[in-house]
């Protein structure tokens, strides 16, 4: 938005109002898990007790174990068959390639439960046994266009002289893509590896419908401990989250942005 935009009547305050709505209970939720009462929405003074609760409570170690693996797995696998999309649609035009760039950003339109629906009912249909490796396929798939973006976005600003002046060297295809292609690439790689894993890590829709017996992550046991109550405890858990997520989005960012 340009700052002209802003002189036009009212707009800023449509605009404060705005980030007011969107932030505001992010912070109160930050700032009442410090709460001492177990009252979570009453104020009775400060204390972090409750951050200590909940490393102390092994049933949410575990699933935020889970977590972890899932996202770690699912960000992996993601990357690396979006790098190996976005090679394999590199300076190529025609419809061809337009398609396969519509079917990869095809989960980012797709309405989440949508494709967890979709997943469910393909597990089933293979006789797939419902756990965390159908949570890992599930994250797989849906992160891939996340993975992909970045990785896309970073091959289009690389100079293709670069690579024709390698070929030129007699390097090979494999020499050209280990010395000079990857290099330039890492940037979009660990923003987009950062991103898929922030994806993962904070999802609760597919997660819900394609776990199993085990396959617990933090968002799902986050959603059983609401049922019974909200309590500081999952306000300090949720904050824990939005830290993890800020960071890797922040981290993302800047790693995006790094020039060669």
Not at 183 to 200: N, T
């Amino acid at each position: 938005m340009s700052p002209s935009s802003l002189r036009f009547p009212g707009l800023r305050a449509v605009l404060a109002s705005f980030f007011v709505y969107l932030y505001l209970p992010i912070i109160v939720l930050v700032v009442l898990s410090f709460n001492a009462s177990p009252q979570a929405t009453i104020w009775t003074g400060f204390s972090i007790d409750w951050y200590g609760r909940v490393l102390d409570n092994p049933d949410l170690m575990r699933a935020f174990r889970n977590s972890l693996l899932i996202a770690t797995t699912a960000a992996v696998g993601a990357t690396v068959l979006a790098t190996l999309a976005a090679l394999g649609t590199q300076r190529r035009q025609g419809g061809a390639v337009d398609a396969v760039n519509a079917v990869i950003a095809l989960p980012l339109v797709v309405p989440e439960i949508v494709t967890a629906v979709a997943s469910l009912l393909f597990f089933i249909m293979i006789g797939l046994r419902l756990g965390l490796g159908t949570v890992i396929l599930a994250h797989l798939v849906f992160c891939i266009p996340f993975a992909y973006l970045p990785i896309r976005a970073r091959l289009e600003g690389m100079d293709a002289a670069l690579e024709e002046a390698a070929a030129d060297l007699y390097a090979t295809p494999a020499a050209t893509f280990r010395r000079v292609t990857l290099p330039l690439l890492w940037p979009g790689l660990l923003s987009g590896l950062m991103l898929a894993f922030i994806i993962s890590l904070d999802d609760f829709v597919i997660t819900y419908f394609v776990s199993g017996p085990g396959a617990t992550t933090l968002p799902v046991y986050i959603f059983g401990m609401i049922r019974i109550g909200v309590s500081p405890e999952v306000n300090a858990v949720s904050s824990l989250i939005l830290l993890i997520s800020i960071a890797f989005v922040a981290a993302s960012w800047v790693i995006g942005r790094l020039k060669r």
